[in-house]
């Protein structure tokens, strides 16, 4: 839904796209997101007990560049025991709070999440449990955790949780930045994060068409707002009264309890075509002068989102240094609209990834930016004199550039 972590969840946690949950639930306001309607106050309100806890707790979901909740937004909220873990003792890693103290971050989330999960097995429970700390910022770093993930399951297993809860297990991105992500499988990846669920055995005999339908839409593409309308669908096969409305950003899509087209489309499910991976890209080489009409109608769109932000002039101006790559879309399926996927580097130097649709000639200059604009390289160290989140991805501070 977007390239970082906010509008992926809040997708799914509210059925909100990015804009509107801004709108609705804006974080930068004291207070905003206790009123947001997460759907665990859904749960809670049905007699579930609820918990969340996230580790990283400088950057996760609802407090990096945001005001985070007032109050705890469920029954159990871990961000205090987070932040006592991270005074103790740390070890970083790939820039990130790997260990705290005799235990890594990780293994704090996934031993809080199974602590809960054990201890309510006999009651109605919501939990969501985020690990940011050994998968954020290095392709292999991951791997080091196989075990340790490997254990926290069979921990689940053993302690028959797994015959009594649903549980999801999953990831709302890939690698965002670095080498891979200027390769045909880094795109992909970024794109099309996991999602493994279990089901108890009880669950899969009793709601055999609904577990049924499941299976069949692994087949189908599928986004966050599904899983939103499955996580209210949840509430009806139980027995509530509940009354599911549809997802504000994508009202056509389903619970994934229902049947799912197999020829679905990205627009069907809520997916902009800047995070489609259905259309398909052929790669192709423009010619100069159309290079520099494209690039420069993207930079000057950069350039404009960086005034609207900020009055003073404390980014630097981008030129283009070079294309890495050109690709067009060889299927329409937007509105008859051709596709064009850009990458290139600038100077000062930044990496951008751009989708840019346009009908008709490319040379009719009639372009339109579709979704977001991608940051392809680690900015953080370029970006410290601002402190807008949004803004961040697209300012490298002027100490090494011209003015806007």
Known sequence: MGDNTFPNLMAILTGFNQSY?????????VGKLDNCPMIWYDYKKLGYITGYAEDEGSINTFNYRKKGFRT???????????????????????????????????????????????????????GFFWMNSFSHNK??????????????LADLANSGVLESSIVIFLSDHGMRFGDIRLTETGWLEERLPFIYVSFPKWFKEKYSREFKNFQNNSHSLTSPYDLHMTLKHILVLSGHNYTITSSDACPKCKSLFE????NRSCEEAGIEQHWCTCAGYTSTHLDKDI???VTSYILSQIHDIIRSKISD???AKYSVEKIISSSLSHKLLYKNDTYLLLKFETTPK?????????????NSQNYTISGDISRLDSYNDHSKCVSDAYLKKYCYCRSTGTRV
């Open 21 to 29: 949950a801004y709108h609705i639930c804006n974080p930068r306001v």
């Open 72 to 126: 705890p937004p469920t029954d159990y909220y871990f961000r205090p025991y987070v932040l006592a873990t991270e005074k103790l003792t740390k070890v970083n890693k790939d820039d990130m709070t790997y260990c705290t103290g005799p235990e890594s971050s990780g293994e704090r989330i996934m031993n809080v999440a199974k602590d809960f999960a054990i201890t309510f097995k006999d009651y109605p429970n919501f």
């Open 139 to 152: 392709l292999n770093s991951p791997t080091g955790m196989d075990n340790k993930i490997r254990g926290f």
């Open 259 to 262: 049947e799912i087209d197999l």
């Open 291 to 293: 290079e520099h009409k």
């Open 313 to 315: 002039h404390r980014c």
């Open 350 to 362: 930044a990496v951008y990834e751009t989708t840019i649709s346009y009908k008709g000639d490319i």
